[in-house]
């Protein structure tokens, strides 16, 4: 019994040690939030109103010529030929795949029982000759800038309001896409009224092809990279006639857009993003954990979308950055097997479109992929860098980019001063909380968490991106 009440006195200490080591712990925590908290204060709280140099390159073959460039805008057609449809039937007929792990899935990569189907699908019914001639629906173009020749489409509204002249919108892809994307979205912005939107906002729209993919010609030299894309696309503008406009991107996109505000902030009347390339000291937090990030005033949709964070930020990014590393050290060595073969440039293509659109879609024996996307869509963008053989080309552009270190770049620690409007979609392959996005972009005027939507935004939900581009643009033009 004495033991017992000896022992009985002991639990009042112990739950009083208990209780001051958890006060311990939470001190700790207010205090690493507190130091972390002055970093970020510092990293944002200068706010020099800094320009990017608007420069100028030659990327052609050779030396740049004396005579003034050829400033020419020329019709342009995507043509094909028996001989380009043959070759690829010949090379898929030749096709040597590596059976799948059972039970494998898409956890290692495109699950070859399943490229099967796709490869009877591209070699017996998808008809090439079909979607170019839906490729040529809207209007292509070439123009030669800094020695390489520029491709876009340039799509102008079938119909306007009396006393009302369309909105210009630069829309820019990424990496694996191209124009193709925004095939979708473009009646959404240029055509509302006959798809079920006002025509308040009636827009121009002009995509183009970073250089090095499909249509626009390749780099001859090094250093082309998102600065001096954005300065060409900016070239392009002013050739059509624009002096102030809207633009919209998101991979690569938002990068050469967000590079193009930096530059010339005067001519970008706005900038609408689906993604954002803002890390810096802001990832640091998310190791504090939920309970202080919520005092530091993130949503419980960021915390959602950000925890468990070993699994949706750090076990995620590892998994979908392996092809980062290649491209950003050596792209050539990977191009030269894709551009040789179709069937694994297929793969290679279409994994992305699998676990970018929704990663639990790697839980599935088809990835995934007719969940979103037709296979006439998803091939039709894949034929984009088989027919015109860019494939390498459009991958030298993370080693032109990133090849040089993290935050390398003098644009990477500049801010963005032109309104901005982010769309964040929950599928994306990080989420950016509105805090982390209006560090970098001061005046961001619409932020929105979408209803659903992965990486490929214009492609997979045209109809809600359209939307938020619409509710941005609405809310720049009442201010």
């Known amino acids: 019994m004495a033991a017992r009440v000896q022992a009985s006195h002991l639990y009042p200490r112990r739950h009083e040690e208990g209780r001051g080591r958890a006060k311990g712990i939470m001190w700790l925590e207010i205090i690493l939030a507190l130091l972390l908290g002055f970093v970020i204060y510092w990293f944002v709280s200068r706010d020099k109103e800094e320009?990017?140099?608007?420069?100028?390159?030659?990327?052609?073959?050779g030396a740049r010529p004396t005579a003034p460039e050829d400033e020419s805008v020329r019709p342009f057609k995507v043509e094909t030929s028996e001989e380009e449809i043959e070759d690829l039937h010949q090379r898929i007929d030749r096709v040597r795949l590596t059976p799948p792990l059972e039970d494998g899935r898409f956890h290692y990569g495109f699950n070859s029982k399943?490229?099967?189907?796709?490869?009877s699908y591209w070699r017996n019914e998808f008809d090439?000759?079909?979607q170019v001639e839906i490729l040529n629906r809207y209007p292509h173009f070439k123009t030669k800038i800094e020695g390489l020749d520029i491709h876009f489409i340039h799509v102008k509204p079938p119909q306007l309001p009396s006393s009302s002249t369309p909105k210009p919108l630069l829309m820019v892809h990424g990496w694996p896409g191209s124009f193709y994307e925004f095939y979708k979205i473009i009646p959404l912005l240029t055509d509302p009224k006959n798809h079920g939107l006002s025509d308040e906002h009636v827009f121009e729209v002009i995509c183009p092809s970073i250089p090095g993919y499909s249509f626009s010609e390749a780099s001859s030299k090094k250093g082309l990279n998102s600065v001096a894309t954005a300065r060409i696309f900016y070239k392009l503008m002013l050739r059509l006639g624009f002096q102030e406009f809207y633009i919209q991107g998101g991979d690569w996109?938002?990068?050469i857009c967000t590079n193009m505000a930096q530059m010339v902030p005067s001519h970008v009347k706005g900038l609408h993003l689906n993604m954002a390339l803002v890390l810096g000291p802001y990832i640091l937090t998310l190791f504090l954990g939920r309970r202080i990030l919520s005092l530091l005033g993130y949503?419980?949709?960021?915390?959602?979308?950000?925890?468990?964070?070993k699994e949706k930020v750090?076990?995620?990014?590892i998994r979908e950055s392996g092809y980062m590393h290649i491209q950003c050290t050596k792209p050539d060595t990977v191009g030269c097997a894709l551009n040789d073969?179709?069937?694994?440039?297929?793969?290679?293509?279409?994994?992305?479109?699998?676990?970018?659109?929704?990663p639990e879609f790697r839980d599935l024996e088809n990835g995934g992929l007719d969940r979103k996307f037709s296979l006439d869509d998803l091939l039709t963008n894949v034929m984009l860098y088989w027919t015109t053989g860019t494939i390498a080309s459009s991958q030298r552009f993370y080693k032109e980019n990133l090849g040089q270190g993290f935050m390398a770049n003098a644009h990477d620690r500049m801010k963005v001063y032109v309104p901005t409007g982010f769309a964040a979609f929950p599928c994306e392959l990080m989420h950016m909380p509105e805090k982390w996005v209006k560090a970098k972009y001061p005046k961001l005027i619409s932020y929105s968490y979408m209803a659903r939507g992965g990486h490929f935004a214009a492609f997979e939900e045209p109809e809600l991106l359209a939307q938020d581009i619409r509710k941005f643009v609405g809310l720049l033009e009442l201010r």
Do not use: C, H, M
């Open 51 to 61: 320009t990017l140099p608007l420069g100028d390159g030659w990327w052609g073959p």
């Open 341 to 358: 073969s179709p069937v694994g440039l297929a793969a290679y293509i279409l994994e992305k479109f699998s676990t970018w659109t929704n």
């Open 128 to 130: 090439w000759r079909k």
């Open 114 to 119: 399943y490229l099967k189907k796709i490869l």
């Open 299 to 309: 949503t419980q949709r960021d915390l959602e979308l950000l925890y468990p964070f």
């Open 253 to 255: 996109g938002s990068l």
């Open 314 to 317: 750090f076990y995620s990014l």
